[in-house]
């Protein structure tokens, strides 16, 4: 029976965390789904425990550590459902949280995609995401971070776009937008894609009765250089390609200057060399990837801005600008 919905969850040495991931998922409500396990190359035998322990679940095998925004793109384009949920293998599902998600689908046709309310694993009464927002200078935040659940977050409401760990898209909305960006690798894909979506019209319904845990950077590590790096080189990345030209001008100083008063302030730390430090190291890195790669990505700028539907004053709702 072809699934209605299709799970693609990424995976780099993530076993400690399957069991639970995996049994949550089997505890669902809604039956009506598949499980593609995209695995980048892992070296703490993810594999052979998905084998021995769920032979339900299809499993990718890469070769190397393609990046979060390729292993999933491999796991839509395998996806034989009519939507896809990207799940996080450091990730817990309420038994109803698929059920939920699917009732909100066939009840809200007018959405492409859906966030879900994901809760902090080890604090089940605190918020770690409901709904994604966006800053004017490219910057993603997660509504109601680290705040205590109430009430104010049990109501739908259209939001910016779901965080990457859990969420729901109609498949055709890859098929009209494009892929993650592979060029990514990690980290800020899931905004690029959330804001090519809304250039085209294509709304986000935040779902508050779909209840995930999640723990947060299981595989990478939280406050590793290398998530550090991708995170402060794909912010430039999401600037280049995704905000319109008239936003840029109109608030060129939030946007620009603030990056440029940074670059000041760590050039001088850079010659002042016993104030250098990791940060400042890694924000030059991430500026001088983004010069090397800027044509690249102006490239995909054009093709982006020509798709665009919606109109300035709309973005400009969607998008916080102080």
């Known amino acids: 029976m072809k699934p209605e919905i299709s799970i693609v969850i990424p995976n780099w040495?993530?076993?400690k965390y399957l069991k639970t991931c995996f049994d949550s998922l089997r505890k669902q409500i809604f039956k009506k789904f598949e499980i593609i396990l995209v695995d980048n190359a892992s070296e703490d035998d993810?594999?052979?425990?998905?084998?021995k322990n769920y032979p339900e679940i299809?499993?990718?095998?890469?070769?190397?550590n393609t990046g979060f925004a390729k292993a999933v793109n491999i796991g839509i384009q395998e996806?034989?459902?009519?939507?896809?949920?990207l799940f996080n293998n450091d990730t817990e599902a309420h038994p109803k949280w698929l059920?939920?998600?699917?009732?909100?689908?066939?009840?809200?046709?007018?959405?492409?995609?859906?966030?879900?309310?994901?809760?902090?694993?080890?604090?089940?009464?605190?918020?770690d995401s409901a709904g994604d927002g966006i800053h004017i200078t490219g910057s993603a935040f997660r509504i109601g971070h680290y705040q205590k659940d109430s009430s104010k977050f049990n109501q739908k409401q259209e939001v910016f776009g779901p965080c990457g760990a859990a969420n729901l898209y109609k498949k055709e909305?890859?098929?009209?937008?494009?892929?993650?960006?592979?060029?990514?690798f990690a980290f800020y894909e899931d905004v690029d894609l959330n804001f090519r979506a809304q250039l085209v019209g294509f709304k986000c319904l935040y779902i508050p009765s779909a209840i995930i845990y999640h723990i947060g950077h299981g595989s990478a590590g939280e406050k590793s250089e290398f998530v550090k790096k991708l995170q402060a080189r794909n912010v430039f990345y999401v600037i280049i390609k995704d905000i319109p030209t008239t936003l840029i001008l109109k608030y060129f100083k939030t946007i620009i200057l603030f990056n440029f008063w940074w670059g000041i302030k760590d050039l001088t730390k850079a010659i002042t060399k016993y104030r250098y430090n990791e940060d400042v190291k890694i924000r030059n890195?991430?500026?001088?990837?983004?010069?090397?790669?800027?044509?690249?990505?102006?490239k995909k700028r054009q093709n982006i801005q020509k798709s665009r539907q919606v109109n300035i004053k709309y973005l400009e709702s969607i998008m916080t600008l102080s």
């Not at 299809?58 to 190397?64: F, S």
């Not at 059920?99 to 918020?127: E, V």
């Not at 890195?285 to 102006?298: E, H, P, Q």
Request: aromatic share 20%; with cysteine.
């Open 285 to 298: 890195w991430a500026r001088g990837t983004v010069l090397k790669n800027f044509w690249k990505m102006y």
């Open 58 to 64: 299809k499993i990718i095998a890469l070769n190397e």
């Open 173 to 184: 909305l890859f098929d009209k937008i494009g892929y993650f960006d592979n060029d990514f």
């Open 99 to 127: 059920k939920n998600l699917y009732l909100a689908s066939q009840k809200h046709p007018k959405y492409y995609f859906f966030a879900c309310k994901i809760l902090c694993f080890d604090k089940r009464d605190t918020i």
């Open 46 to 51: 993810s594999i052979e425990f998905i084998e």
């Open 79 to 85: 996806a034989r459902g009519n939507y896809i949920s």
């Open 13 to 15: 040495n993530g076993k």
